[in-house]
């Protein structure tokens, strides 16, 4: 993902809706110098606050990371390097989108560093669109990992291993002491 144009995106958000940076730091409770950086492309974001602002303007996080596309091809493709990434280092976390962000499946390649982790705050809409979905299903290429769903206990799954949890997953989290990776499939809701 360039930097730069997430920036412009961000600042365009922002301008459209007719608000300062300050009532934004308000709202989000992320600092304005701070999202100014972002704005101008002089700072990475990390995945938490991404997806807060998107929640916040009410927009897909694929629209942010990738910009809205229109057209409908009977096959579309995306070719190597054409794919978003967002990268938060913060959270030890990459993810390599696959696909765009109209399609109803959202395929996507995670990178966990050990201890990564992405969690889902009660209410944070765009957050739950990363991880929560009608079915989500899970591969994991490599490492090991917890996946908690529903408030329910942790299932730890490793290299090879299969997951389809339903009604989305609340909290994933590398355990394994060395990179992980995992293919992540998600199917959209409606609505």
């Known amino acids: 993902m360039n930097r730069t144009d997430l920036g412009t995106r961000l600042r365009a958000l922002r301008t459209e809706r007719g608000l300062s940076l300050s009532q934004l730091e308000s709202a989000t409770k992320i600092s304005s ?15 938490s606050r991404l997806l807060r602002l998107a929640d916040y303007y009410d927009v897909e996080l694929g629209d942010l990371v990738e910009g809205s596309r ?18 938060s280092p913060g959270e030890g976390v990459v993810a390599h989108f696959l696909g765009h ?11 966990y560093e ?12 765009a957050v739950r669109e990363m991880l929560h979905h009608h079915e989500l299903f899970i591969y994991v290429i490599a490492g090991t990992f917890e996946i908690t769903a529903h ?4 299932v730890k799954v490793k290299a090879g291993d299969s997951v389809l949890v339903r009604d989305g997953a609340d909290h994933v989290i590398n355990v394994g002491r060395g990179k992980g ?8 809701t409606a609505g």
């Open 33 to 47: 110098s701070f999202l100014s950086l972002v704005e101008s492309g002089k700072s990475d974001i990390t995945i």
């Open 70 to 87: 229109v057209g409908r091809r009977t096959i579309e493709v995306v070719r190597e390097g054409e794919g978003s990434v967002l990268n």
């Open 101 to 111: 962000a109209r399609w109803q499946l959202q395929p996507r390649i995670s990178e």
């Open 114 to 125: 050990p201890g990564g982790t992405v969690d889902v705050g009660e209410g944070e809409q």
């Open 151 to 154: 408030g329910e206990e942790p």
């Open 181 to 188: 990776r995992l293919v992540v499939v998600g199917v959209a």
